[in-house]
Each structure stands twice: as C-alpha cells, then as structure tokens.
C-alpha cells in the first residue's frame, strides 16, 4: 500500500543546531503539506506545496524555518537554528490535486530540542 | 494558526458504548475527514466527507457532514479497546485545498 515516507523517525538536537527532516509523498500526490503538532494539540500547517511551489506559508516561522521540494516530488524542511520551544512533531501529509481530496499522513518526526 | 472546535475534549467510555464526537467552524469547508491517531505516530484517515448532508460509514464509524457545512459528527458503535486514541476532524477549503485540523477528542475505553 503506498505510503508517505518521512525521516529521520526520531532527532535529538541542541538549541542553535540545525536541523533537517525529509519527506517522500505518495507517488503522484501534487500537494505536499508540512504539519507541526505540539503534544496536546491538533496539527498545524506551516507550508503547503502544489507541486513545487509555495501556495501556503502564512504559518511558517520565516527567520528559522525553510522548506522546498525542488523537483516537486520529496520535500525538506529545515530548521536553523533550533529553539527548544521547536520540540514537536512534524508531521507531512499529501494529496491528490483538485477533486475530491483526502490527505494522508506520514508517521512523522519526533523532534526534541534540548 | 486557526483549529477548529471539538467536543468533548477527552471521554472515558465503557467497552461495548457507542460515542458521539463533533467538530465546529466558523468558516464553510468542501471536504470534511477524520482521523485517529495513536501515540507518537501519524494521523490515520478514517473517513472523508464530501457533501453537505452526507452520512457516511465504515465499519463501527459513521460520519456526517453538516447541512451548514461548518460543522461535521463523527459515531463509533460499540467501542472496542483499540479505539482507544485521539480523533481529528479536519475541514478542507479553498482553491490549493489548504487543510484545517480540529483541537482532538481524546477517547479512552474501559474494558
């Protein structure tokens, strides 16, 4: 069954290091999302992806974080330098373009920052 | 960032009880899903919604659209101890289909 691959599973890093986590969507999904959940709380969008483009990073701390998805396929989105308020996890998801869309998950990233 | 409403926030259930769940906007979505997930792991999706007024199943799990479209409902019939986890709704909308999570019913199940 085709799946959204995302690694590393788990990163222990120290404040002010940087960071970076890798996602593979499923084979022809469009739409790549990359989510932050805090622990307690639902998933938050920090950038969206329509192919390789930027349609959504209203969310996206601009000073530390980037993303990209270059060829519009697998994405990275880094973190430089990590705060420990950074501590989530950081979920990708993707879509099909258009349509009746239905978002499916990775496992994500455990980050913890210390 | 915006999320939407859920309640209950959390719920203990006995095993064998049926539970309602329910996630609310202030803004209209086209797409309604939900999803579970387990801890330290990903959003699996449950169901997906696609039109004002739909009732859709699966399994144990029915879900609703609300005719206001801001709203959706989420049934499990006769739980069972792997329905423990917590339930997100999430509202899709606009051009690039940009995707809104609720706040998360956590439900726990007592055998």
């Known amino acids: 069954e085709a799946e959204v691959a995302q690694s590393p599973r788990y990163k222990i890093t120290e404040k002010s290091q940087a960071v970076a986590f890798w996602c593979d969507p499923i084979s022809g999904h469009a739409t790549l999302y990359w989510y932050r959940q805090i622990l307690g709380q639902g998933p938050e969008l920090l950038v969206q992806f329509q192919d390789e483009s930027v349609v959504d990073d209203s969310q996206l701390p601009k000073d530390r974080f980037s993303a990209e998805r270059l060829k519009g396929v697998d994405s990275t989105l880094k973190i430089q330098p990590a705060e420990l308020g950074d501590s989530a996890m950081y979920l990708c998801a993707s879509s099909l373009e258009g349509g009746h869309t239905e978002a499916f998950f990775g496992q994500g990233t455990r980050l913890t920052v210390v | 960032g915006q999320q939407l409403n859920q309640s209950p926030q959390s719920m203990f259930i006995q095993e064998g009880e049926d539970v309602s769940m329910n996630c609310t906007s202030s803004?209209?979505?086209?797409?309604w899903l939900w999803y579970k997930q387990d801890p330290g792991e990903g959003p699996v999706l449950l169901i997906a919604?696609?039109?004002?007024?739909e009732l859709t199943s699966n399994g144990r799990l029915t879900a609703q659209f609300g005719i206001t479209r801001k709203d959706s409902f989420l049934n499990i019939s006769a739980s069972i101890p792997s329905d423990v986890g917590i339930y997100f709704c999430?509202?899709?909308?606009?051009?690039?289909?940009?995707?809104?999570f609720g706040t998360g019913t956590k439900l726990q199940v007592i055998p």
């Open positions: 803004s209209i979505f086209n797409t």
């Open positions: 919604l696609y039109k004002a007024g």
């Open positions: 999430a509202g899709i909308s606009g051009g690039y289909q940009k995707v809104t």
